[in-house]
């Protein structure tokens, strides 16, 4: 069938690039952004009738770039959790992405950045990461016959640089962050043909990211939450989510619509960061455009360690349109939040899924969202990949 794509474009001049064709950034060196003859889509199917295909989030695939079929490892819908023992009033529910392949909602992005690469003829894609995406990355590339090369920080979770390794990426550790990994991809990918998959540097991981709002969208028919609350590092998931509720609201799929394109209220996006790496929080504060990188990176939330985003601009202007913020939470308040929600609700959750919780809470306080709202955290991978403290005891 399809692709329903119709072009690439900038994020920041609209220039246009044609589908079909290899890559990366635009030539103001910036994300692009598929676009989709959202007008044919609407004819060719339904928004029930994508839902009620099986693939998880292969089931969107008129609003996906790929021509052929996606990589099948098993992806589902991932749950909408109710947090009930910690709600105050309203509705606390979270989206459980930690049941994905690899455990991880990087299942998404390199999903389809993967399958895309295969369908235009690439061998082999090269990548930073902080841990999950280079797990990602990995499987699909072993599914797709590809091969993967993934550089992370020496500190990077144990498990996942095992993990990646053991999926058969080839994998070097890096005494630096993730940017200095990113550099390491940049700079060596020509001379030894590699790809470079970097968040945002080519423009297919946002469309498999933005499977998060059309799912979510599809789980609560068609009623989009008063505020999602999402932990930001390179915020892809941010800004995927946000072009999913711009494509449905052009579809007209979304409740309270009578018309293709009429406007609804959209959901306040949170972007939460931690407050040792919170470049976004910061240019959030100032009023920036940008966010400059942030010096001397560190928090427990490895995920979203991340000193500069390529997309900063894309995550700011949606965080701005959408009445939402910007907001930085402890390491300490991450760890509390962690344990609170797992003794009190039975979900073990990634210490960016707790950053969520802990960020829900300060704009409650704040006045930033009410207690009568129905909210959304996101916790983007399972809990059972990042250290656990032992808090048992011993019986003699
Ligand atoms: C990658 C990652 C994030 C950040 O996602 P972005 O969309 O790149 O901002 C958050 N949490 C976890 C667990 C991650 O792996």
Aim: aromatic fraction near 8%; glycine fraction near 12%; include cysteine.
């Amino acid at each position: 069938m399809k692709p329903y794509v119709t072009h690439l474009e900038c994020s920041l001049t609209g220039e246009r690039y044609s589908a079909g064709e290899v890559h990366g950034l635009s030539g103001a060196g910036r994300p692009l952004l598929v676009r989709y003859d959202l007008d044919a889509v609407r004819e060719s199917a339904g928004f029930d009738e994508m839902l009620a295909r099986s693939g998880g989030f292969w089931q969107f695939a008129e609003l996906l770039p790929m021509a052929g079929d996606g990589l099948d490892l098993g992806e589902v819908i991932t749950p909408i959790v109710p947090l009930s023992g910690l709600h105050r009033g309203g509705e606390l529910l979270m989206k459980d992405e930690g049941r994905l392949p690899t455990g991880s909602f990087k299942a998404r992005g390199l999903g389809v950045a993967v399958a895309m690469a295969r369908e235009l003829g690439l061998t082999h894609l090269a990548m930073p990461t902080n841990g999950n995406a280079g797990a990602a990355l990995a499987a699909y590339c072993a599914r797709a016959g590809l091969n993967a090369t993934v550089f992370c920080p020496a500190d990077t979770p144990e498990i996942n640089i095992r993990e990646t390794a053991m999926l058969g990426a080839e994998v070097f550790r890096v005494d630096g962050l993730i940017n200095d990994c990113g550099r390491i991809v940049g700079e060596q990918a020509a001379e030894r043909g590699w790809f470079d998959l970097s968040t945002l540097k080519e423009p297919y991981r946002i469309e498999g990211k933005k499977t998060m709002g059309l799912e979510l969208a599809g789980q609560l028919d068609g009623a989009l939450p008063d505020a999602i609350f999402y932990p930001t590092g390179g915020g892809t998931g941010l800004i995927g989510m946000w072009k999913a509720f711009q494509e449905l609201m052009a579809l007209g799929w979304l409740k309270g619509q009578r018309r293709p394109g009429d406007a609804v209220p959209m959901p306040k996006m949170f972007a939460i960061q931690a407050d040792g790496c919170a470049p976004i929080v910061r240019a959030f504060e100032a009023g920036e455009e940008h966010a400059p990188a942030w010096e001397n990176a560190h928090t427990v939330a490895a995920g979203i360690r991340v000193p500069v985003a390529v997309g900063d601009f894309l995550i700011l202007r949606a965080v701005r349109a959408s009445g939402g913020a910007a907001l930085a939470v402890s390491d300490r308040t991450i760890l509390e939040a962690r344990r609170e929600i797992a003794s009190r609700t039975g979900n073990l959750v990634c210490p960016e899924g707790a950053a969520t919780y802990a960020g829900w809470q300060r704009a409650l306080d704040e006045g930033l969202v009410n207690s009568g709202d129905r909210v959304v955290l996101f916790n983007c991978a399972t809990g059972l990949k990042y250290p656990l403290e032992d808090s048992s005891e011993r019986w003699d």
